[in-house]
């Protein structure tokens, strides 16, 4: 989920007014980088991925996008050479600017139709997209970051984000947050580092927490461990990608927020193991001297045993 935030003099009119009459959410949009627009030599349009409109209101003379990104736009029919994409990207946003009554808006109803597919494989898709906008200044020493779908750490099975945006996993469910990125050039400094960060008290990081970045592109992948409690919680996972100390090369950073919901199923046996475990410890003494003093301490070992389970083993989440 992204959100896009305009002033009213950057929305073209026609667009004003679905947002107006709430005609806009469910649609879908292309989300694209735009530079120079107004240049008559260096534009450069590059279409990026495709979205969902989810909200849309204007607030304030501020117009207010929130946006569910789904698939990246297939670039095979763009070129790799910067001048080209620059010839294309003019006469487009000429389209654009004549669409408009000669006006340029970065939030535009209509767009002229782009050399553009969607399906495919999306890490291919991806990495072609970032291809070429390493082209442009404003990213030709940036390095981009994929975090594809969490998956089970133990299977294929993937955990699907809810429609507001949130990853739900439970605390018998541990995670594998796969993590790609890629660089146009590679350079020792400054010193790259990737990282995931958590809250470190419902959920935390059970693999490495940081990786030196020391070429332009690989993969790898942090492990998110939910900690068991007695109630569901809120939290979130941050992924970012840069220096560690601020400077000229920008950083990447990616955050979504996880519910982490404990599991009533394991409340109700701990509940169960737990009295059961009480009341074979307290039946030597309701049994009395009288009773074996044999069958006294064997029931309150097994209950000792039960209450064991219930605190050390089913209070703490499986590896």
């Not at 005609?23 to 735009?34: S, T």
């Not at 979205?51 to 946006?67: D, G, H, Q, T």
């Not at 927490?209 to 007695?230: G, I, N």
């Amino acid at each position: 989920m992204i959100q896009f935030r305009y002033e009213a003099q950057y929305v073209a009119p026609p667009l004003q007014q679905k947002v107006a009459n709430k005609e806009i959410i469910g649609q879908r949009a292309l989300i694209g980088f735009v530079a120079d627009a107004t240049s008559p030599d260096d534009a450069f349009l590059l279409p990026v991925r495709v979205a969902e409109i989810v909200a849309a209101e204007c607030v304030a003379e501020v117009f207010l996008f929130k946006l569910r990104v789904t698939e990246h736009v297939d670039l095979d029919d763009y070129s790799l050479a910067r001048a080209d994409i620059g010839v294309q990207s003019r006469k487009a946003i000429d389209k654009i600017i004549e669409g408009n009554s000669g006006s340029y808006y970065p939030a535009v109803l209509k767009y002229p139709a782009l050399p553009i597919r969607t399906g495919g494989d999306q890490a291919q898709l991806w990495i072609s997209v970032a291809r070429r906008l390493a082209l442009h200044p404003t990213f030709e020493n940036s390095y981009f970051m994929r975090v594809d779908q969490p998956a089970h750490l133990a299977g294929p099975g993937a955990f699907p984000f809810e429609p507001q945006g949130r990853l739900s996993l439970g605390d018998l469910k541990p995670a594998r947050l796969p993590v790609s990125f890629y660089s146009q050039r590679y350079a020792e400094t400054p010193k790259i580092t990737l990282t995931c960060s958590t809250d470190g008290r419902f959920l935390r990081v059970s693999s490495d927490a940081s990786h030196d970045v020391a070429l332009r592109y690989d993969s790898t992948e942090f492990w998110l461990q939910p900690d068991a409690s007695s109630f569901d919680a809120l939290t979130h996972v941050t992924i970012r990608l840069g220096p560690e100390e601020a400077g000229t090369t920008p950083v990447a950073s990616v955050r979504f927020s996880v519910i982490i919901k404990h599991s009533r199923v394991r409340l109700l046996s701990r509940v169960i193991i737990s009295a059961a475990g009480a009341i074979l410890v307290a039946a030597p003494a309701i049994l009395g001297p009288s009773s074996s003093l044999s069958l006294r301490i064997v029931l309150a070992v097994v209950g000792s045993g039960f209450l064991s389970a219930a605190t050390i083993v089913m209070g703490r989440p499986r590896s």
